[in-house]
């Protein structure tokens, strides 16, 4: 019985894995830096990716969750800790650039992915549950407001939803996107 059960943790592990190996494949694939499990500001972040992109620059944050039932205090845990992650991403470049350069060439991208239950939904509205602001400074307000995405989907709806907000993938590749990066 214990070994059926250490099995199962293993299995559920593996398949959390495999699906951040797998989105970090699809970013690498389509010409952005990765780095998996990676620490900012103290926080561990499943997969962090950066692309520029006409001049501006895209970061991605993702975190990965593979849990067999997810109920909505749950999902909001999830949320809430995605966001605290984009929070460290914003204020860690603002120890290196002016908020102008912020709002004119940056954008910052939350992506919640469920790969085994996923509520009612598996794919979510582009900042479908985008919280108040969580930062008090008036121009660091508008960069959240008008510069921060949040996304929620299984893994199926990745590309889709990030060509949505403007990044396109490699499907066809134009020679411009290897000339701005």
């Known amino acids: 019985m214990l070994n059926r059960m250490v099995r199962m943790v293993n299995n559920e592990r593996l398949e959390w894995q495999q699906a951040q190996k797998a989105i970090a494949k699809l970013l690498r694939i389509n010409g952005f830096e990765v780095w998996e499990e990676r620490k900012v500001e103290g926080k561990r972040i499943d997969?962090?990716?950066?692309r520029i992109?006409?001049?501006?620059?895209?970061?991605?944050?993702?975190?990965?969750?593979?849990?067999?039932?997810?109920?909505p205090s749950t999902e909001t845990k999830f949320e809430d800790q995605l966001i605290s992650y984009l929070e460290a991403l914003i204020r860690r470049e603002l120890n290196n650039k002016s908020i102008k350069t912020l709002?004119?060439?940056?954008?910052?991208?939350?992506?919640?992915v469920m790969t085994k239950d996923y509520m009612l939904l598996?794919?979510?509205k582009i900042n479908y549950h985008k919280p108040r602001n969580p930062f008090q400074h008036p121009e660091i307000k508008k960069l959240w407001r008008r510069n921060v995405y949040l996304l929620y989907s299984t893994p199926e709806y990745i590309r889709k939803n990030l060509e949505k907000i403007g990044l396109r993938s490699y499907k066809q590749t134009h020679l411009i996107d290897f000339l701005n990066d």
């Open 47 to 50: 997969v962090l990716s950066k």
């Open 53 to 71: 992109i006409n001049n501006k620059t895209y970061y991605l944050v993702f975190e990965v969750k593979h849990y067999k039932n997810v109920r």
């Open 103 to 112: 709002l004119e060439k940056y954008v910052f991208i939350g992506y919640l």
């Open 122 to 124: 598996k794919n979510r």
